[in-house]
């Protein structure tokens, strides 16, 4: 009975895709950012084409799925996808530009990547990038449409990976728990230390630090 009702869950999150996949001559990617809220780390993009077939059990809104399951969710796209890349924009960039500017940078950056002939991209919420392809926007994309759920893991572990590794580095902040987010812990690391080179200093600007 489980296992219906995930291949229901998974009929109805392909939906959207399922419009583009049964035309003619049409590939379709999808795309989505994760790390726009954090005060430290990266903003990733992630565009992945995934196949009509097989379905992948599990796919869903990142934010929704475990980390273990993620990570195993993470392998399973890459293996069956027809394309996946990821773009990042770090922080000196999001502090230069803003961290709007950054996000859609880093998604004109890795659809530019794909040496899939995309011609529909699925995009969860933003409109108006710079992408040669049809760009069809949905709210809350990464829960509703498979190919943005695909897109959304894949960007979403590589950020987590890089910011485990980056606790090793700097351990007093939780990096590898709060993935850089403004946890109180995170926080009180920062009022205590002040920042890491891979903090956003225009996302902390309020707090008076001189570092």
Same mark, same amino acid.
């Given at each position: 009975?489980?296992?219906?009702?995930?291949?229901?869950?998974?009929?109805?999150?392909?939906?959207?895709d399922r419009a583009f996949?049964?035309?003619?001559?049409?590939?379709?990617?999808?795309?989505?950012?994760?790390?726009?809220?954090?005060?430290?780390?990266?903003?990733v993009v992630g565009c992945?084409?995934?196949?009509?077939?097989?379905?992948?059990?599990?796919?869903?809104?990142?934010?929704?799925?475990?980390?273990?399951?993620?990570?195993?969710?993470?392998?399973?796209?890459?293996?069956?996808?027809?394309?996946?890349?990821?773009?990042?924009?770090?922080?000196?960039?999001?502090d230069r530009i803003n961290?709007?500017?950054?996000?859609?940078?880093?998604?004109?950056?890795?659809?530019?990547?794909?040496?899939?002939?995309?011609?529909?991209?699925?995009?969860?919420?933003?409109?108006?990038?710079?992408?040669?392809?049809?760009?069809? $926007?949905?709210?809350?994309?990464?829960?509703?449409?498979?190919?943005?759920?695909?897109?959304?893991?894949?960007?979403?572990?590589?950020?987590?990976?890089?910011?485990?590794?980056?606790?090793?580095?700097?351990?007093?902040?939780?990096?590898?728990?709060?993935?850089?987010?403004?946890?109180?812990?995170?926080?009180?690391?920062?009022?205590?230390?002040?920042?890491?080179?891979?903090?956003?200093? $225009?996302?902390?600007?309020?707090?008076?630090?001189?570092?």
């Amino acid at each position: 009975m489980a296992k219906k009702n995930e291949q229901e869950r998974l009929w109805v999150l392909s939906e959207p895709d399922r419009a583009f996949w049964s035309e003619e001559g049409v590939v379709l990617a999808g795309m989505d950012e994760v790390g726009r809220g954090p005060l430290a780390g990266p903003v990733v993009v992630g565009c992945v084409v995934m196949p009509p077939e097989p379905l992948l059990e599990y796919v869903n809104d990142s934010k929704k799925v475990t980390e273990k399951r993620r990570e195993m969710l993470y392998d399973r796209i890459m293996e069956t996808c027809i394309e996946a890349q990821t773009a990042w924009i770090w922080p000196e960039e999001i502090d230069r530009i803003n961290i709007l500017e950054a996000t859609k940078k880093a998604f004109a950056q890795a659809f530019a990547k794909m040496k899939t002939p995309i011609t529909d991209v699925m995009i969860d919420a933003l409109t108006g990038l710079a992408i040669p392809a049809k760009q069809h $926007s949905l709210i809350h994309g990464d829960a509703l449409c498979y190919s943005i759920a695909s897109a959304s893991i894949v960007a979403k572990v590589e950020r987590d990976r890089y910011m485990i590794e980056q606790d090793k580095l700097y351990p007093e902040y939780g990096f590898a728990k709060n993935k850089g987010y403004g946890t109180k812990e995170h926080m009180n690391a920062v009022l205590q230390y002040g920042m890491t080179p891979i903090h956003r200093r $225009s996302f902390l600007k309020n707090l008076n630090l001189h570092q």
